[in-house]
């Protein structure tokens, strides 16, 4: 081969040396730092990221650096400023975009996508931003999909808007704390009733223990001195009648 490929995920601006460089780049003994301050100069733009990177090495030890795209969810976290996504994407929302960032970040990865168009793209982030606990316009992904098909956003898509107006951006903050405010109510409503129930449950369930209890305490047989007891009992009253005669 003409050349060595070497694939990296590196975090955008911030290469260093490392094992991470060093065992696939030594055996080649290329300049290294060369190499990282290539990638990094490359990855600024992608600071707070990982990205992909690809180092082809040349027999003459000349070096090339190709910096592709990083993953959605590392664009998403971008773009509403958090470290992590949702763990709990059902329960806990932490995010409401509106659908112009949604087609912000579709044209950001719409070349490394299987898709045909921007619609398509777009509906893709969508589902990425509904596993991460991400809402777009207040809605779950079944719901702005739907929406999207029908061409309630084809205007924004035809005309690739990416930005959104200090007004919707308080809007949709202001829509994501009501329906959290309604899943947490909704949450609180099944802990209640589940704790209720376990409740019922568990007097049937003592009441049911007392009636063995108590019927068991009922059926049982007379003790060895009693049962002694009870027969010279029967037999004094059997005698009685024959002493007054």
Excluded: H, R, W
């Excluded at 060093?22 to 080649?28: F, G, H, I, K, R």
């Excluded at 990177?53 to 190709?66: A, T």
């Amino acid at each position: 081969m003409s050349e060595t490929i070497v694939d990296l995920i590196v975090e955008g601006g911030q290469a260093k040396a490392g094992p991470q460089l060093a065992q696939p780049l030594a055996p080649l003994k290329v300049n290294i730092q060369g190499i990282i301050e290539k990638i990094n100069e490359k990855t600024s733009s992608f600071k707070g990221m990982k990205v992909p990177v690809k180092i082809k090495v040349e027999k003459d030890k000349s070096f090339d650096v190709e910096v592709g795209s990083p993953p959605i969810s590392e664009l998403i976290k971008k773009e509403i400023n958090v470290d992590k996504c949702s763990g709990e994407p059902n329960k806990n929302k932490i995010a409401n975009l509106g659908i112009e960032q949604v087609i912000k970040l579709a044209k950001m990865k719409q070349d490394s996508m299987l898709v045909n168009n921007l619609k398509s793209a777009v509906k893709s982030v969508v589902g990425s931003c509904n596993s991460a606990g991400i809402l777009v316009e207040g809605k779950e992904a079944i719901e702005i999909n739907k929406d999207i098909d029908s061409g309630v956003y084809d205007s924004e898509i035809k005309e690739e808007k990416t930005t959104i107006s200090p007004e919707k951006s308080l809007k949709l903050k202001k829509q994501l704390k009501e329906i959290q405010t309604k899943i947490q109510k909704e949450l609180e409503k099944e802990k209640a009733e589940k704790e209720a129930e376990e409740a019922e449950k568990k007097k049937i369930e003592e009441a049911a223990a007392a009636a063995e209890a108590e019927e068991a305490v009922g059926e049982a047989p007379p003790k060895e001195g009693e049962e002694e007891k009870a027969v010279e009992g029967e037999a004094v009253t059997e005698e009685s009648p024959k002493k007054e005669e």
